[in-house]
């Protein structure tokens, strides 16, 4: 029984902060399929039910093994290279460079390099420029090995009308004049990327320009639309919202920019969350300090030995150190039993002299 393909009539549009997006997320958990007639992605998701992955991979692997190619993954050495590439080339701090390196060396390099960057600044803006270019070369030398007649949507100055049209006549011999002439521009254009400039781009001549913010461009989304899409890969679609190349990480960890943002703020709010216990700590200990210094004071003493001096009970040595040790247990007691030997003896002998002189006076 023969299978019946619906023919494109022009290169397919694809999108290539899409495509790159998957490359990054590829690993040894996760597969994503492209499939050669549309354009769309296909993201094995190992959540879903196991009767739709079943139906998936009859799809994918029995049924149509020719119409998708899987989405290569990005070996450890690759990802090695990508970030020594830059360190060597982008980075000239020598301080920073070497920090760069180590971390490339040690465990978790990838997660621990990108949280460095994106912690600096100065380096963010570099590696983001270097990694679309580096990913731009690697994906489509992947796409002309694959033999795929294919046009970056991203790359079109064409208006959101005239895309969603040749969207929509993809396999229609017969279309509007428009989309004719659209269809000539997009031949054109798909030479380009099998050309060795593509693979090679010369790099820009002349005075490099002054480092400036640069504004990303807002991009210009278009409706998806796929029109061939068997009913067992609906649900597996992968159609993320990327509305900036910055916004893709280089991460097969963190989905978002956000979340790796996220994960460096984390352990700074627990840093200063230990931080805040600690002063508050030193609050509660200034504060016990406060009350010993009103306990034990010099003004607190004065007051102490002139009450018995003037007329406590029991005017003699025996009486003042019965009233005396009732003072200090009532201190001890505000004070959670703090004790105070040295002061103590310090104040029997004040009250002793005291009441020796008062006797004294008295004969």
């Known amino acids: 029984m023969s299978k019946q393909v619906t023919q494109a009539q022009n290169p397919i549009l694809l999108r290539f902060h899409r495509l790159m997006d998957a490359f990054a997320k590829s690993d040894d958990e996760r597969d994503f399929y492209l499939d050669r007639m549309e354009g769309f992605i296909v993201y ?43 360190v060597n080339e982008k980075v000239y701090d020598i301080d920073t460079k070497e920090k760069l390196l180590d971390i490339i060396q040690a465990k978790e390099a990838r997660e621990n390099f990108l949280e460095f960057i994106y912690d600096h600044l100065t380096e963010l803006e570099k590696w983001q420029q270097f990694y679309q270019e580096r990913s731009r070369i690697r994906i ?14 991203e790359d079109l100055d064409f208006t959101k009308n005239i895309l969603e049209k040749i969207k929509r006549h993809l396999f229609d011999a017969k279309v509007p004049k428009d989309v004719a002439a659209a269809r000539e521009t997009l ?22 320009p002054k480092q400036v913010v640069k ?17 067992p890969v609906k649900g597996f679609l992968y159609l993320p919202d990327i509305s900036s190349p910055s916004a893709i990480t280089f991460s097969s960890r ?35 300090l406060m009350d010993i210094h009103e306990i034990t004071g010099s003004e607190r003493e004065d007051r102490l030995i002139r009450s018995i001096s003037q007329g406590a009970p029991g005017s ?7 009233v005396l040790s009732k003072e200090m247990e009532i201190s001890k007691k505000k004070l959670g039993a703090v004790e105070f030997p040295k002061k103590e003896d310090e104040l029997k002998k004040k009250i002793k002299m005291v009441s020796h002189i008062s006797k004294k006076t008295e004969k």
């Open 316 to 322: 003699g040595a025996e009486g003042t150190t019965e």
């Open 254 to 288: 963190f989905k978002s920019k956000a979340e790796l943002l996220g994960s460096p703020r984390a352990k700074i709010d627990t840093k200063l969350q230990a931080l805040s216990e600690r002063l508050e700590s030193l609050r509660h200990l200034s504060g016990r």
């Open 44 to 86: 094995v998701d190992l959540d879903k039910g196991e009767p739709e992955l079943e139906e998936l991979e009859k799809e994918l692997l029995v049924d149509h093994p020719e119409r998708y190619c899987l989405i290569p993954k990005m070996t450890f050495y690759e990802t090695k290279k990508f970030m020594e590439g830059f």
């Open 187 to 208: 031949q054109m254009k798909a030479k380009t990327y099998y050309s060795n400039e593509a693979l090679n781009p010369r790099p820009k001549r002349g005075r490099p």
């Open 215 to 231: 504004a990303e461009p807002e991009m210009q989304v278009t409706v998806d639309m796929y029109t061939t899409v068997p009913s």
């Open 140 to 153: 489509i030398e992947w796409l002309r090995n694959q033999k795929i007649q294919f046009v970056f949507e």
